[in-house]
RNA sequence: GGCCCAUUCGUCUAUCGGUUAGGACGCAAGAUUUUCAUUCUUGAAAGAGCAGUUCGACUCUGCUAUGGGCUGCCA
């Protein structure tokens, strides 16, 4: 009884994918997966006039980042090709006729104009317009027009659209997985475009339903946004006969801003701090965005992060790989009500991914950064570098404010910690230390500690007075890993150079 | 305005009629510490309101309030 389980992510390329269509996508994707069945990506590029180019590319290769595959759609091809809905022109308009035919809709000759005037004319009087079962009749339809008059306008060129013919007082029920049975009266709901001539493309009604139906869609997982158009929908799958068919349905709750009201839009990222799409956007009017990957985050934190806002697995593990989510996953323990946005958890959730992560899988992530900044040095060893300093990291992006000093010297020395250190003895200290360093023939941080410790006991010095002034000479700041970590990284020459730039170059204080 | 959806700590959430209402982020305090972090411990912090149903409601029902979505020849 239960078909095969394929699922449709089908966004529109009218711009960057934002967070909250990458967890409708995922949400789709592990449904799909937990169920063996497919994921098609399909793009439903219907209104010409919002049509970004560079948005399908955009979206393909942010669902490649996140981990998402597609087992079917645009990319990648498959038996319902194709998956472009302006590639599939004839399809919808043969549809459309169809529904003309048996009576479910007509031809309206209104101009967007004209209708324009018709709302504001409402609006003045206090009233909302609406293209329902109560003005139909009263405007140029084919519902009131004589077939030869019909005929003739469309022949003679007249601009036209197919509007829906929604029934009058009836109740439509559905079902849907999250939400559960909602029911709704027809006589609320409009006279929905489903097809328009002027750029012989449907609307999205229109165009769902028929490619959801042709390309075997089981389950359709969207926004909430959708909700209020479900009757609409339902209603189709009636009018071409395919309700034995019909989808199962799930509407996920929004993503709402981080404070204040209303879902998250496009523009709160760059307002607010955070990013809101995936990966770095340059539209082609040269408007920029920041992105996910681009400001330092690892695809998997990314992910997990968004797979528990608005699901939860039911226990207390918050860690997910995209696996464990997959086997986790349920449409039942979706919630329903909107999930506001939180930066700071996606911080927590990428810190979390990183401490995690080992000196090999760090390498990687580092290198282009040093190399960025001229640093050259091998995998190994800008991998323990990653390594040492890894738990105090939050996004890679701060790799290399975090561990430049393990490759260059420090030009100039913090003025907090060099007012605190650099004073007193301490100067002369250092001096002492100096030799004391030179001595030593293996570096390594086991034996340096060795040597120095009882050095530091045996001539009356504090840890922290000997440790924090060396920091000063080799590190320049109030920051950073243990001194014996960063001694034996740098090695033996590179430290006593640093000791004699300090000692040669700052006046102690006082 | 109309229609629809929702409502547990500041935020994300657990609970599916009987719990000291649990966890996580963030916040605060303490411990550890060689700086910065990390880590650990502890703490403050919630059932929108009002009626019902019931021996008993966060949980079921209704109303109100609040929030959100939709109301385009956009998706």
């Known amino acids: 009884m239960s078909r095969e389980v394929r699922v449709r992510f089908a966004p529109s390329p009218t711009g960057p994918l934002h ?71 004839e399809i ?41 079962y109560e003005v139909r009749e009263k405007l140029p339809t084919s519902l009131v027009l004589s077939h030869d008059e019909v005929e003739a306008r469309i022949a003679r060129g007249d601009q036209w659209v197919v509007r829906f013919k929604m029934p ?33 493309l449907p609307t999205y009604h229109l165009a769902n ?38 989808p199962e349905f799930a509407h996920l709750p929004l993503l709402l ?32 965005a920041h992105g996910y990957r681009e400001d330092g985050y690892l695809a998997e934190a990314f992910i997990n992060m968004l797979a528990l806002l608005g699901w939860n697995p039911g226990t207390e593990q ?17 919630s329903k009500a909107g999930a506001r946005f939180q930066p700071d958890k996606a ?18 992530i580092i290198q282009p950064i040093l190399k960025e900044h001229g640093v050259v040095v091998s995998d190994e060893q800008a991998g323990r570098v990653a390594g040492i300093m890894k738990e105090r990291v939050t996004l890679t992006t701060e790799l290399w404010d975090l561990t430049s000093f393990f490759f260059v010297a420090p030009t100039q020395y913090e003025e907090k910690l060099a007012k605190k250190q650099w004073k ?13 360093l030179a001595s030593i023939d293996d570096f390594s941080k086991e034996n340096t500690e060795q040597v120095v410790k009882p050095w530091i006991e045996a001539n009356g010095y504090s840890v922290g007075q000997v440790m924090n002034t060396l920091r000063l000479a080799l590190v320049g700041a109030g920051k950073g890993p243990g001194m014996y970590d960063v001694t034996e990284f740098i090695g033996k020459e590179e430290c006593l150079k640093r000791i004699d730039n300090l000692l040669s170059n700052l006046q102690p204080i006082e």
């Open 168 to 200: 009058v007082d009836e109740t439509v029920a559905m079902d849907d997985l999250i939400r559960g049975h909602v029911e709704v009266n027809t006589s609320t709901l409009d006279d929905k475009v489903l097809y328009k001539s002027a750029d012989a």
């Open 318 to 334: 918050e860690i997910f790989s995209m696996q464990e989510l997959i086997d986790a996953f349920s449409l039942e323990r979706v």
């Open 424 to 436: 007193g003895d301490n100067p002369a200290m250092l001096g002492k230390l100096r030799e004391v």
């Open 19 to 89: 967070i909250g269509g990458v967890r409708t996508a995922l949400y789709n994707y592990l449904f799909a997966r937990r169920h063996g069945g497919k994921m098609i990506l399909r793009i439903e590029d219907t209104d010409s006039q919002r049509f970004v180019p560079g948005a399908e590319e955009y979206i393909i290769e942010s669902l490649r980042w996140c981990g998402i595959e597609i087992d079917e759609g645009v990319g990648v091809g498959g038996p319902h090709a194709p998956y472009r809905q302006s590639e599939r022109r």
């Open 92 to 132: 919808y308009l043969k549809y459309a006729k169809q529904l003309v035919e048996a009576g479910w809709a007509y031809y309206a000759f209104d101009t967007p104009e004209e209708l324009d005037a018709l709302r504001k004319e409402a609006e003045e009087a206090g009233k909302t317009f609406a293209y329902n």
């Open 257 to 288: 801003k981080p404070t204040g009201g209303g879902k998250l839009s496009k523009r709160d990222g760059d307002k607010m701090g955070f990013p809101v799409f995936p990966l770095f956007w340059l539209s082609p009017t040269g408007d920029t």
């Open 209 to 246: 339903i028929v490619d959801d139906h042709l390309m075997e869609i089981s389950h359709v997982i969207r926004g909430e946004e959708w909700l209020p158009s479900l009757p609409l929908h339902y209603l189709l799958y009636r009018a071409f006969g395919w309700e034995d068919t019909r």
């Open 347 to 364: 911080k927590w959730f990428n810190a979390q991914y990183i401490h995690h992560l080992s000196d090999e899988q760090l390498a990687p």
